[in-house]
Every structure is written in C-alpha cells, then in structure tokens.
C-alpha cells in the first residue's frame, strides 16, 4: 500500500468523491495497475502515537474502503504541511513507521531558498532571476540594477498576489492582476510605501525578483511549464511538456490567471534557436538534480522563461504541482501520468 498525505478540504471532497486537486482516475488506473492500494490521510497526532490514522483507500477492482488503518511504509506527500505536521511527519520517519517522499513546509517551498540554491549551480545550462528578501531598501537597489522587478510571496502560489514594479522619476508604476484583470496603479515613494504597509508585505514573507524579459508571441508572454519527476526507474525525467500563453498585455502567465495552454512544440516558441527542447529538457533535469541535492523533492513543476537571446531562466520550482497546465491544454494522457509517476517510483523503492 502506498499512502498520499492530503488536507483536510480535500480529504473531505475524496470522501463526497469530488476531489479538486487529485485526479483520482489516475490513482485508480495506479491501483489496478500495479494492484496496490493507495491510501489518502491528513496527516495528525495520532499517526505518531498509534501509527494509525483515518483514511480513505482505493484498491484494485474499483472497491474503495474508510477506517482507522495503520500507516503505509511508503507515503507520498500532496499537501503543504504546518509546522506542527511537519513535525509530525518527522517523527513518523524517526520512529521507522514510514518514510515521506516529497515532504513540503513552508521551508522547504521558500522561493528564496529555491534561488539561493540554485545561483550556486555552473553548468551553464540555466539562468536565475537575482532575488532578495523584500525590504523598500532591496527594492530601491534591485530596481537601479533591473529597471523593473517582480514582487511576490515566498511561498505563493496560483499567480496570486504578484506584482510588477517600475519606476520613471520619483513615480512608481505597480500592475497587478485580479481574477485575470490587469490592475495599473501609479504610486508617489509614500504612496508605495503605503500600499506595502497595508497588505502587510513584510521582509520574511516576501520576495523582490529581477524581471526577466521572455519572448512573447502576438503580445502574449511565454513561459513553458515542464514536469520533472523520478518515476520506476528512479532517475530524473521530463514527465510533461506545455507552452502558457498570458493575455494579452499581461506578465501573469498562471492559468490561474487567465493564461492559455497549448502542447508543446519548438514551432510555437517564437523563431528560438534550434534543439531549444532539448536544451530546456537538459535545464530541467539539472535543476531537478541540484535541488534534491538541499531538499527532500522527486516531484517538480518548473517555470521556464526564454529570453530575446535564447537563454533559458528558471522563474520557479513548484513542490506541489497542481498539474493544472496539463489539464488546461487538452494533455490527458500528460495529466495522468504526472499523478502516476511518483507512485511508481515509491513502489519502487525497497522497505
């Protein structure tokens, strides 16, 4: 039996069946596949104390089953875990209950902590956007460096609450997007200072990014969003492909946000040097490898940026993949398998 640690929200919607962000016709085709049950918990205190925890598991010939059941030796983690359960979670691996493959905290999704690892990489293979914690300080410094920056939380997701600034004179011109509307604002220095004030956009919780000028086709900004996972074999992978499209005039290019998805293909990506898919598939991989050199990670959806001369940048590394690209773009059998892939490479490994 493999587990999948979840929250609650969609704990509660696999038992109504209406899951939102697990594709659970994945994990059936898994099951029976492979004829092993796969088992869906939030993970709590009693997983510690008694190694048993409520959980709802399907196994193979479409049966499905809930109950208070011992915990897997083998556990997959699909939700981002609060302090207190990422101690949890350790002690379940201390006490040789189970071990947790993809175990996510806000530490180890800190988007500083991605880039600082990374910028110490030198294959050459990829760039990474400069990125500071945010103080108004940072900011005045990265924008005389950068001319424009992007303004984010360390641990966002989604697209939301992400903004671009620059700056002409004493003005400061701050885009935003809400429910995939481009927001223009004009700000004096007081003004910005204000507005940060306001939403409570502190150092700790904030970063300030160099702005990376990708290509863009029709107005539209392109960014690819590649899937890099361990599967059976163990070893790194290119899982998933696909090409978002923000709207037009927008830097947003999270479908979240409005933003199209189309399949792959080296012909959409706008006149870029030839092999470029196979030099964002050699990035992809060194990424996935650095990383896991500093993080617990076999699951990775990577934003990727091509600039005016072809330089690949990486803009971010996501723990937990929501996979929606795929979805979006029409890629079902891209979708499925991303679910499957990390399962594969946790019955893979010997207990």
């Avoid at 110490?120 to 950068?146: C, I, Y």
């Avoid at 700056?167 to 700000?187: A, D, F, H, I, P």
């Avoid at 990708?214 to 900004?221: D, E, I, L, N, Y």
Wanted: hydrophobic share 40%; net charge positive; glycine share 8%.
């Amino acid at each position: 039996m493999i587990g999948v640690i979840i929250g609650k929200k969609e704990f509660k919607r696999i038992q109504s069946g209406t899951a939102k962000n697990e594709y659970l016709p994945a994990y059936v085709a898994f099951v029976n596949a492979y004829m092993t049950p796969v088992m869906f918990f939030v993970l709590n205190s009693g997983a510690v104390g008694e190694g048993k925890t409520r959980a709802v598991v399907f196994e193979p010939g479409g049966r499905r089953s809930e109950g208070i059941l011992p915990l897997p030796n083998r556990v997959y983690c699909r939700s981002i875990l609060s302090p207190g359960q990422r101690e949890l979670a350790q002690q379940i691996q201390d006490k040789g209950i189970t071990t947790v493959y993809q175990l996510q905290s806000k530490r180890e999704r800190d988007k500083l902590r991605h880039m600082n690892i990374l910028r110490k990489d030198r294959s050459g293979l990829f760039q990474v956007p400069e990125t500071k914690a945010l103080s108004w300080q940072q900011l005045q410094n990265m924008l005389r460096k950068h001319k424009k920056v992007i303004v984010k939380l360390r641990n966002g997701a989604l697209g939301r609450r992400v903004y671009s600034i620059s700056k002409t004179g004493t003005k400061y011109l701050l885009t935003s997007s809400r429910k995939g509307e481009m927001n223009k604002n004009v700000y004096t220095a007081a003004g910005l200072r204000r507005f940060f004030r306001q939403r409570k956009m502190q150092r700790k919780r904030w970063v300030v990014q160099q702005y990376v000028a990708a290509k863009k086709q029709a107005g539209r900004t392109l960014e690819c969003r590649f899937s890099v996972q361990k599967g059976e074999t163990g070893e790194w992978m290119v899982a998933a492909k696909a090409i978002r499209l923000s709207r037009k005039g927008h830097f947003l290019t999270n479908v979240a946000q409005g933003a199209t998805a189309v399949p792959f293909s080296e012909a959409a990506l706008q006149a870029a040097a030839p092999g470029m898919e196979k030099k964002l598939n050699r990035a992809s991989i060194q990424i996935a490898r650095r990383l896991e050199k500093s993080l617990p990670v076999i699951d990775l959806g990577l934003d990727l940026m091509i600039d005016p001369d072809d330089r690949i940048w990486l803009i971010e590394a996501n723990q937990k993949d929501q996979r929606l690209t795929y979805r979006y773009a029409g890629m079902e059998a891209e979708y499925r398998e991303t679910f499957m892939n990390p399962l594969r490479y946790l019955l893979s490994r010997r207990h």
